[in-house]
Nanobody
């Protein structure tokens, strides 16, 4: 299993970034996918999750209306469009999926929001 995130970087408050996660080694289209973020000194936070077919999404309250998760099952890729970024969005962002009995995470991509 491989989950490889990309697209992070340094962005100013109010800016946008689009993260990508390329998946391989499992049947991508049959699993829900998630993005988690880890900020220093904080517990990992589930940001959004998207169902396997892409129609059903869930967002944590702090990103509703600003972030959008999507997926392309033909490309085995899940995306996270992040708009109106805030300094508190600064974290390492990981894509993830759950295949019993464990979660699988990618290595993450750093997002820093600062002026």
């Amino acid at each position: 299993v491989q989950l490889v995130e990309s697209g992070g970087g340094l962005e100013q408050p109010g800016g946008s970034l689009r993260l990508s996660c390329a998946a391989s080694g499992f049947s991508f289209s049959t699993y829900a996918m998630s993005w988690y973020r880890e900020a220093p000194g904080k517990e990992p936070e589930l940001v959004p999750r998207i169902a396997s077919a892409g129609g059903n999404t869930n967002y944590t309250d702090s990103v509703k209306g600003r972030f959008a998760i999507s997926r392309d099952n033909a490309k085995n890729t899940v995306y996270l469009q992040m708009n109106s970024l805030k300094p508190e969005d600064t974290a390492v962002y990981h894509c993830s999926y759950y295949q019993p009995p464990r979660d699988y995470w990618g290595q993450g991509t750093q997002v820093t929001v600062s002026s």
